[in-house]
């Protein structure tokens, strides 16, 4: 947090039990990816209602740049068309490069609210 939003961290902490309960309700929805049998990333999504919204995703800075985040996010789509979603929802920050890979896999903007613009794919 300190690296990416360091206005945010003061709010993230006081968050850390909502996050943790989101986490822990969702546990069926992660997926860690891995490089050469090590972590590299990882996302979390979950159902709300007839949409699946990514919670979270996160490659670490050593396997940018190598598809992995092209494949996370893939795996989210297919996983919550599977689950039966209508249609899945992300939010991401204004400034961050990931937009490109979430417009060309056809994610229309929607709202912007609070720094983050949301975006949404249909899966019908």
Not at 24 to 32: E, K, S
Not at 77 to 95: F, M, N, Q, Y
């Amino acid at each position: 947090m300190r690296a990416i939003e360091p206005e945010h961290e003061q709010r993230w902490l006081m968050a850390t039990g909502r996050h943790l309960d989101l986490w822990t309700a969702n546990l069926g929805h992660a997926v860690l990816a891995e490089a050469d049998g090590e972590p590299a990333g990882y996302e979390l999504w979950m159902a709300d209602g007839d949409q699946a919204v990514l919670v979270t995703i996160h490659v670490l800075a050593e396997h940018r740049r190598h598809g992995l985040g092209a494949r996370l996010l893939a795996r989210f789509i297919d996983d919550a068309r599977t689950a039966g979603a209508a249609a899945v929802v992300l939010s991401v920050k204004d400034a961050n490069p990931a937009v490109r890979l979430q417009q060309s896999r056809g994610f229309e903007r929607g709202d912007d609210r609070d720094g983050y613009r949301t975006y949404a794919l249909p899966l019908a």
